[in-house]
C-alpha cells in the first residue's frame, strides 16, 4: 500500500513585519487551497460593541471580524490562530464564507516564509471622523499599499458633488471617532456568491 508523506504544519505564528504578530507559510501553499477558518465567539454586532466600549479612540487593534448584518466572530474569545493573519493591500488570501462560516483562501501560490494576508477592507461609515484614514493607517508595505486597512473611497458620480464631510471638534468629535473605531472590524470581501472552501489545513501551534 502506498504510503502517505507526513507533513507538518501549514503555517506558523510570529511577529510580523506589519504588525504584532503574524501568520507565515511554512510550506508551498498553492492558489486555492483553504488555509484555516476564523474562528471565535459568535456574537451579535450589539454584543461585539458592548465588549469593546472601553476602547481607545485611537485604538485600531480588533480581533472581530463581520460574517453578515447579525454575526460578529469575536476571534479574541475561543479564537484561533486565523486571528493573527493581518491585513495587506495587495494580499496573497481572501476571506470567504460557506454556511455562516468564514475561511481564509490562498489566491496565490505562496512560497514558504511568505506572510499570509488578506483585504480588510474596513467598512466606512458616514460618521467617520475626518482622519479615520490615519487612525486605519496600513502598515502592508506593498508598493501598491493604499495607506489604509479601510476599503477603497468609492469614487463621487460625475455631474454630482461629494457632499463635504464637516470638521467636528471637542467632546462630540472624541465620541465620534471612539463610535467609529469600536465599530469597525474586517468583513469577508463580497465578491460574487459564497464558495465552498476546497481544503482546509490546520497550522503552527
Ligand atoms: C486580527 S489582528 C491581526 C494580528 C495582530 N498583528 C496581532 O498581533 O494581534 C488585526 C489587527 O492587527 C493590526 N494590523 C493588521 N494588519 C495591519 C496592517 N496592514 N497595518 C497596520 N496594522 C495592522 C491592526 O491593529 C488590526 O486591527
Ligand atoms: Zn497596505
Known amino acids: 500500500m502506498k504510503k502517505r508523506p507526513i507533513r507538518g504544519p501549514l503555517f506558523e505564528v510570529r511577529h510580523s513585519p506589519i504588525h ?3 501568520v507565515f507559510a511554512l510550506r508551498r501553499i498553492r492558489k ?3 488555509v484555516t477558518e476564523y474562528l471565535g465567539d459568535r456574537v451579535s454586532h450589539a ?8 476602547k481607545s479612540a485611537d485604538d485600531n487593534h480588533t480581533f472581530l471580524f463581520t460574517v453578515d448584518s447579525k454575526i460578529v466572530i469575536d476571534g479574541g474569545v475561543g479564537g484561533n490562530d486565523a486571528r493573527f493573519i493581518n491585513h495587506a493591500c495587495d494580499p496573497n488570501c481572501e476571506s470567504a464564507t460557506a454556511g455562516k462560516r468564514v475561511f481564509i483562501e490562498a489566491i496565490r501560490t505562496i512560497q514558504p516564509g511568505e ?3 488578506y483585504d480588510y477592507q474596513i467598512q466606512r461609515d458616514a460618521g467617520d471622523p475626518p482622519d479615520v484614514d490615519a487612525i486605519f493607517a496600513c502598515r502592508c508595505g506593498s508598493p501598491k499599499c493604499r495607506g489604509s486597512m479601510l476599503e477603497p473611497k468609492r ?3 460625475a455631474g454630482r458633488k461629494a457632499p463635504r464631510k464637516s470638521v467636528r471638534k471637542g467632546a462630540e468629535a472624541a465620541g465620534k471617532r471612539k463610535a ?5 472590524r474586517p468583513a469577508r470581501v ?7 472552501p476546497k481544503r482546509t489545513r490546520s497550522g503552527g501551534r
Do not use: H, I, V
Open 115 to 117: 506572510e499570509l494576508a
Open 180 to 184: 467609529a473605531a469600536r465599530g469597525k
Open 32 to 34: 486555492g487551497t483553504t
Open 190 to 196: 463580497a465578491r460574487g456568491a459564497a464558495r465552498k
Open 47 to 54: 454584543e461585539a460593541d458592548a465588549r469593546y466600549e472601553n
Open 20 to 22: 504584532g504578530y503574524g
Open 155 to 157: 469614487k463621487a458620480k
